[in-house]
């Protein structure tokens, strides 16, 4: 039985003739359990423009990327929602808002490192709206929460490192 993710990847592939090497390449990867092989794979795809062809970059987020988020690399789970994002129409903020939102509120799914990406990706987005004016409030709370998170995540290595010595 096929999963949900496979069958988009599937479904794609004949969608998109000219980008079946590369959605036959993710179901390939994906069935092979190579997530490491595979969050490369994605970011390949992402990087080049000329795949992107009728949203398929956002459908590929929601119908594929979100059956891995726990099973790759969170940074790198930051960095391909960023670039989804990026495929959004200019004056769909709300969408690229809504996406970022929902990987910073799941709970336990992000470290440090990639909460604090998102976080302040998800600042400058609101940032870069029309006007931007409205979204300070969350921004000044987005950054507040960042903050927070650095600060404990440093407090926490510091620890870590005067705790360590050596037993003769």
């Keep these: 039985m096929s999963s949900p993710a496979l069958s988009h990847v599937e479904q794609a592939a004949i969608t998109f003739p ?6 036959n390449e993710l179901g390939s990867l ?4 190579l997530y490491k092989q ?4 994605i970011w390949d795809f992402l990087s080049d423009d000329e795949n992107n062809i009728d949203g398929n970059f956002i459908t590929l987020w929601f119908n594929f990327v979100v059956h891995l988020e726990r099973k790759i690399n969170q940074l790198s789970l930051g960095k ?3 670039r989804v994002c990026e495929f959004y129409s200019p004056d769909d903020h709300e969408s690229s808002r809504a996406l970022l939102d929902t990987l910073l509120t799941k709970p336990g799914l992000l470290g440090p490192a990639a909460n604090l990406f998102i976080s302040v990706s998800l600042g400058s987005l609101l940032l870069s709206t029309p006007n931007p004016t409205p979204h300070f409030p969350s921004v000044k709370a987005i950054l507040a929460t ?3 998170t650095l600060t404990t995540t440093l407090a926490s290595h510091e620890h870590s490192s005067n705790d360590t ?3 003769r």
């Design 165 to 167: 010595s050596c037993h």
């Design 30 to 33: 994906f069935q092979k359990k």
């Design 38 to 41: 595979l969050t490369d794979k």
């Design 80 to 82: 391909i929602a960023v």
């Design 18 to 23: 000219s980008l079946a090497e590369n959605y």
């Design 146 to 148: 960042a903050h927070k």
